[in-house]
């Protein structure tokens, strides 16, 4: 399997993952500015609590070390200043062991085949700036209804979406969206619930 496709196939598993965790919106490629461009990012509240979960993808081992030397990863060291409460590394199992992800990273492992990764070092986890934390939920929720109304609504003549409400509001009055039967991409396919 190529690297491209490998990468976003890791990628994609992220989102399922923070998904799975209990993130209202989660996407691949997610620009947080100052972190860069997440392989896979998810927000919502999780038993109570605000929650960002940044997931990096590595293909390779000598991608995983080039990460740690990449300036934005220095912001890591501010806890959840930037509304970032879970920083993960995701790997093939057996590409990286747990003692080589340093404090404050976690790692999540998946083998060939499986749809979800688990947890084999768990991160440090920080209470997240709720601004930023704001700032991170709304932009995700909009970028993620813009896709899906072009998709299905309006094609590539879609006018802006606007979200209204306190991004608190907005992940509550989401949050029962998780478990509801969203779509069906053909007559040939199941339901797909996120």
């Not at 709720?130 to 939920?137: K, L």
């Amino acid at each position: 399997m190529g690297e491209m496709r490998l990468h976003d196939e890791l990628s994609r598993a992220g989102v399922m993952w923070c998904l799975r965790l209990g993130c209202v919106v989660a996407m691949t490629e997610v620009d947080l500015g100052m972190h860069g461009i997440a392989d896979a990012f998810g927000c919502g509240i999780i038993r109570g609590k605000q929650r960002g979960v940044l997931v990096e993808a590595k293909t390779s081992r000598s991608d995983f070390k080039r990460d740690k030397h990449k300036p934005h990863r220095f912001y890591d060291q501010d806890g959840g200043k930037y509304g970032i409460s879970d920083r993960y590394y995701l790997v093939s199992d057996g590409l990286v062991t747990p003692d080589e992800v340093q404090e404050p990273w976690g790692l999540l492992v998946i083998d060939e085949g499986e749809s979800y990764p688990r947890i084999a070092k768990r991160c440090q986890q920080f209470s997240p700036d709720p601004a930023w934390w704001a700032h991170h939920f709304a932009t995700t929720a909009k970028y993620l209804a813009a896709q899906w109304a072009r998709e299905h609504l309006y094609g590539e003549e879609m006018p802006d979406i606007h979200i209204g409400g306190m991004p608190d509001e907005l992940a509550h009055s989401l949050a029962p969206l998780r478990h509801m039967k969203l779509y069906r991409p053909s007559a040939n396919e199941n339901w797909v619930t996120p």
